[in-house]
């Protein structure tokens, strides 16, 4: 079975998702930027979500992680958990 490995951060706004985007294209570090803002506990770590196949995560989510460019932030991803910025870092 596919798994992948990956990283977000979850905001409560598109604008605030897409301001965050900008400051990660910009050069600011994604953990960094996790670990500020990001209202998922994963946040502490950086965002990391570990390894995990599909179906484990919502719908969307999934939909992204599986078929994305690998190492390049993705989103807004929106989920009914609010807006996420996510970026795989493995799949195989």
Known sequence: MTQAAARHILVS??????????????GADFAEIAKKN??????????DLGTF???????????????????KVQGPVQTQFGYHLLEVTSRD
């Open 13 to 26: 706004s598109e604008d605030k998702c897409l301001e965050l985007k900008q400051e990660i294209e910009n």
């Open 38 to 47: 990001s209202s998922c506990p994963s946040g502490r770590s950086g965002g």
């Open 53 to 71: 196949g599909p179906g484990q995560m919502v719908k969307e989510f999934d939909e992204v992680v599986f078929s994305a460019e690998l190492n």
